[in-house]
């Protein structure tokens, strides 16, 4: 996923209130949020015109050794885009990826990549009580303003 895309909010504040949940310039209805997980960000695809090109390139040179030269140029190129792509899988980082019903997807980064699971559990204990209000600061790594945890916020506190 290309990380200057907007969907990726790093260490931006969630607020939930009246079943509104706002971040960024966004605000959707809690109800409208299909999943909620904790994991790697999806994968990049590999380009399936590269991987064609690097086949053509391959058989084209063997088969005919005149374009031989051409061939190599295009098993360089359409090599390298491939080992770019796995290089980029390579180095995903974990984020709190919330899906909703349309298929958009909006991704979450914390200073304290261990605060992503509080956040995700305080974010489903909302979920599941009504005109619960809240705000998850993935700055701060901070819940607060929530009617559960300890005086109505919750740290990330290593246990």
Do not use: H
């Amino acid at each position: 996923m290309d990380k200057a895309k907007d969907n990726v909010f790093e260490q931006t504040n969630i607020e939930i209130v009246d079943n509104v949940m706002k971040y960024g310039k966004e605000a959707i209805q809690v109800s409208n949020i299909s999943q909620i997980r904790v994991s790697k960000e999806p994968a990049k695809p590999y380009s399936s015109w590269s991987i064609v090109g690097l086949l053509v390139c391959i058989i084209g040179g063997l088969a005919l050794p005149m374009i031989m030269g051409i061939a190599i140029l295009g098993v360089i190129v359409c090599g390298f885009s491939i080992f770019l792509n796995w290089l980029y899988n390579l180095n995903l980082n974990t984020y709190l990826i919330v899906e909703m019903n349309s298929g958009r997807i909006s991704l979450f980064s914390a200073k304290e990549e261990s605060f992503l699971e509080k956040a995700k559990d305080s974010l489903i204990q909302c979920f599941n009580n009504k005109n619960t209000q809240m705000t998850v600061n993935f700055s701060e790594c901070v819940v607060t303003q929530c009617n559960f945890g300890d005086n109505g916020s919750i740290e990330n506190k290593e246990e």
